[in-house]
């Protein structure tokens, strides 16, 4: 199975849902992705409102 990013919080995960918000509107039309590694201390984390570890794609379709 492909990854597919979450529309609603952008988490890329494999599966038909988010496991970070449980939402199950995901997108394979992505591009770009960052990994966050310690939410608390990361600025982009911060800038991209993440608050738990993991894939994020930048950009949702
Ligand atoms: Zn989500």
């Known amino acids: 199975?492909?990854?597919?990013?979450c529309r609603q919080c952008k988490f890329i995960s494999r599966g038909n849902r988010c496991?970070?918000?449980?939402?199950?509107?995901?997108s394979d039309d992505f591009s770009g992705f960052v990994i966050i590694l310690n939410a608390e201390e990361s600025e982009i984390?911060?800038?991209?409102?993440?608050?738990?570890?993991?894939?994020?794609?930048?950009?949702?379709?």
């Open 45 to 61: 984390a911060k800038m991209m409102n993440v608050t738990k570890k993991g894939k994020y794609a930048l950009k949702v379709r």
């Open 19 to 26: 496991p970070n918000c449980n939402s199950t509107d995901l």
């Open 1 to 5: 199975m492909s990854e597919k990013a």
